[in-house]
């Protein structure tokens, strides 16, 4: 069972950087597909980014690419995103999620969700 909880988020100005960090307390983290997606109020909730179980491929939104980066350890237990180059729209609450089987950038296909950690960026 994959139990999630993230950390890291905050307030950051434009043009900034954040690390959040997203740590499974269960004992199958490394047999799952792992994601970041987040919402901004009044809209869905967005794929971000996703990683494969031995991080070896990655996938982003095209409105993330370049600034944002996924990886993991397995060792940790541990999946982040690396923001960079922050700006005001990638204000949201960041959730990290975990599936099994292939990537998804439909929220319907996760299993698993964790609390949310909230990122504003000001401009």
């Known amino acids: 069972q994959v139990q999630l909880v993230e950390s890291g988020g905050g307030w950051v100005q434009a043009g900034g950087s954040l690390r959040l960090s997203c740590t499974d307390s269960?004992?199958?983290?490394?047999?799952?597909?792992m994601a970041w997606f987040r919402q901004a109020p009044g809209k869905d909730r967005e794929f971000v980014a996703g990683i494969t179980r031995g991080g070896g491929t990655t996938y982003y939104a095209s409105s993330v690419k370049g600034r944002l980066t996924i990886d993991r350890d397995n060792a940790k237990n541990t999946v982040y995103l690396q923001m960079n180059s922050l700006k005001p729209e990638d204000t949201a609450v960041y959730y990290c999620?975990?599936?099994?089987?292939?990537?998804?950038?439909?929220?319907?296909?996760?299993?698993?969700w964790g609390q949310g950690t909230q990122v504003t960026v000001s401009s």
């Open positions: 999620a975990a599936k099994t089987g292939g990537i998804s950038d439909n929220f319907d296909r996760y299993d698993t």
């Open positions: 269960g004992h199958t983290f490394s047999s799952h597909l």
